[in-house]
């Protein structure tokens, strides 16, 4: 089970500045269990963000938002709302919001942070997408995580070095920053990275500290 928590209310008005129409996901899988994203959170954060001015869209509660095929085949059903809104606030843990912008050409925020894995790492069947950081920066790397997927977990990227959009650690996987630059280019968002990350604070991760795991 993926430990996860809502970010503060303040935190995801702010991602959804300037946005009218968004459409919500949540999880009936560890983000239920942990209420941070379950039916009663989004119904509640739809209820909310109305309150607030916004449009909710729409909304769509997965099994496990994990799982990528799941995941494009819900999502299918929600393709005209989906289309509609400005963008899709996702209430899962790091890997939920990273498949969800995989299949969807669509800016999309995320809602929690994750906090421990509790021991297990979902559906995601390549590789390791999340490494329970507890204040996840997602928002500004258009949904790919820089923290699992480089090799020298760099918060503010690229290191200068990858060959061929490869890592120079790692020649047999993408340079990660390679990806969030395509990624921000297609959505027409490269200025988020004109924001510098600061250096993280691991002590709001339920795990003992900065990452040591390598993507292989
Ligand atoms: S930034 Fe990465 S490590 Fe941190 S919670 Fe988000 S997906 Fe997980
Ligand atoms: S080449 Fe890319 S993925 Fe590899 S360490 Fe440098 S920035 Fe990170």
């Given amino acids: 089970m993926l430990i996860s928590e809502q970010k503060p209310l303040e935190e995801i008005l702010n991602y959804l500045d300037g946005e009218k129409n968004i459409f919500l996901i949540g999880c009936k899988g560890c983000a239920e269990g942990f209420q941070s994203g379950g039916e009663k959170q989004v119904l509640e954060m739809s209820s909310t963000l109305?309150?607030?001015?916004?449009?909710?869209?729409?909304?769509?509660?997965?099994?496990?938002?994990?799982?990528?095929?799941?995941?494009?085949?819900?999502?299918?059903a929600h393709k005209r709302e989906t289309e509609a809104a400005d963008s899709i606030l996702v209430l899962t843990c790091g890997i939920g919001v990273q498949t969800v912008a995989e299949v969807v050409n669509k800016v999309v925020h995320p809602g929690c942070n994750t906090l421990s894995?509790?021991?297990?790492?979902?559906?995601?069947?390549?590789?390791?997408?999340?490494?329970?950081?507890?204040?996840?920066?997602?928002?500004?790397?258009?949904?790919?995580?820089?923290?699992?997927?480089?090799?020298?977990?760099?918060?503010?990227?690229p290191c200068g070095g990858s060959q061929d959009g490869k890592c120079e650690v790692n020649a047999d996987i993408p340079c990660a920053w390679q990806l969030i630059i395509e990624r921000l280019t297609e959505l027409g968002q490269l200025d988020r990275l004109e924001k510098l990350v600061p250096p993280?604070?691991?002590n709001v991760s339920l795990i003992a500290g900065p990452p040591v795991r390598r993507l292989s």
């Fill in 50 to 76: 109305e309150e607030q001015g916004k449009s909710v869209v729409g909304f769509s509660l997965i099994d496990m938002v994990c799982n990528e095929t799941l995941t494009r085949m819900k999502l299918k």
């Fill in 117 to 157: 894995s509790g021991g297990a790492h979902a559906e995601w069947k390549e590789a390791e997408r999340c490494l329970e950081c507890g204040d996840c920066m997602l928002e500004f790397t258009g949904g790919i995580c820089p923290i699992a997927r480089c090799s020298k977990h760099l918060l503010n990227g």
């Fill in 200 to 202: 993280k604070n691991w």
